[in-house]
């Protein structure tokens, strides 16, 4: 399963981006999706999840009611409003076929090139 990511770039803090996963050639519907970044000099953590069936999501703590993670049925998107400079980052998607939604590196098998993110003035 090949992902590619879309919808990085430059934008100021307080800006919005959304992002955008979709899988070459297959489709998503059965695989549980997350959002994973990884800011410079750290290790990349979970941001967001959705599950494959239930539509179920998380959130880490520090985006929460800012970022929002949704699907359809060709692509799932993760809108960032409120940016902060700290949401500055690689932003990678990634997939697992257990259907659940999660936030853990581990679980995911299938894994985007990376989109990156930077918010500054």
């Known amino acids: 399963l090949q992902l590619v990511e879309s919808g990085g770039g430059l934008v100021q803090p307080g800006g919005s981006l959304r992002l955008s996963c979709a899988a070459s050639g297959f489709s998503l519907d059965n695989y549980a999706i997350g959002w994973l970044r990884q800011a410079p000099g750290k290790e990349r953590v979970g941001v967001s999840c959705i599950s494959s069936s239930s539509g179920r999501t998380n959130y880490a703590d520090s985006v929460k009611s800012r970022f929002t993670i949704s699907r359809d049925n060709a692509k799932v998107y993760l809108q960032m409003n409120s940016l902060k400079p700290e949401d500055t980052a690689i932003y990678y998607c990634?997939?697992?076929?257990?259907?659940?939604?999660?936030?853990?590196?581990?679980?995911?098998?299938?894994w985007g090139q990376g989109t990156q993110v930077t918010v500054s003035s």
């Open positions: 990634a997939a697992h076929e257990k259907g659940y939604c999660s936030l853990t590196n581990s679980i995911y098998v299938s």
